[in-house]
């Protein structure tokens, strides 16, 4: 009886360590053969990635599948296909939208008088300058500045600097305006005995009031006898002697100011 209670034990051990012998033996076959089933697919992965290019296309042209909602619009993944939006501001009147060209054309006809006026716009400059240089080898004196500024109604004022304002006295809105050629540009009326300067210069702003026309010919008579009370050399933008050619360009341009 003893002697069969051991060979029950026996067999029992035998068959549970076949029973285990054969799962490992099925699990590591079935690994075999799915790493076989895997290793080709893998492959065929890698190599098709590599044959994309940067945009995401094969050399066939075609590109990675995207997979698309029920709205027609691509669902986004980590990056995203537009890199930069175009920004536009209220300013940017001028800028169309591509497809609108049409639209623009039957919905957004301007008034006779408007397309005038538009033509007129960009003929003239925002800023009219009219430079007064010292002499080669000189300076302009601020004492001689000085003097010359009172007797042509300059005031000091806003931003220290001269202007030149519709009343002699000072009065009223400013025509033109006078700084100084050296940075950061402005006077100091308690040091201009002791200032010297390279070069001032005559400035005129638009719009203005009144005439553009009108106050440039003033600012030009003041130049010029700024520079007679000096000894300075009349200069235009580009710091060339003033030339008639200059001045009649100037003009030419506030006249189309004028008639806006």
Known sequence: ??????????????????????????????????????????????????????????ADGIGKVRVVPRNGSPVRDNDPVISSVPQFSAGDEDDVLPGQDAISAESQQEPFEEAQQESFRGDWKDVYVINISAREGSYIYGRDLKHALRILGFRFGEMDIYHRHLEMDGQGEVLFS???????????????????????????????????????????????????????????????????????????????????
């Not at 001032?200 to 719009?207: A, E, I, N, Y």
């Open 1 to 58: 009886m003893q002697d069969l209670r051991i060979v029950l034990v026996i067999v029992g051990a035998l068959a549970i360590a076949a029973l285990v012998l054969h799962g490992l033996w099925t699990n590591q076959r079935n690994k075999r053969a799915q790493q076989k089933n895997t290793a080709p697919k893998a492959v065929a992965a890698k190599r098709s990635s590599e044959s994309r290019d940067v945009d995401g296309f094969d």
């Open 178 to 260: 006078l700084i100084n050629m050296v940075k950061p540009g402005t006077f100091e009326p308690s040091q201009m005995d002791r200032m010297m300067t390279p070069g001032v210069s005559l400035f005129m702003q638009l719009p203005g009031i009144g005439r553009g026309l009108a106050h440039f010919d003033l600012m030009l008579k003041a130049a010029d006898k700024l520079a007679s009370e000096v000894d300075g050399i009349l200069l235009d933008t580009s710091h060339q002697p003033l030339s008639e050619y200059y001045l009649t360009q100037c003009r030419d341009e506030l006249k189309a100011y004028d008639h806006q």
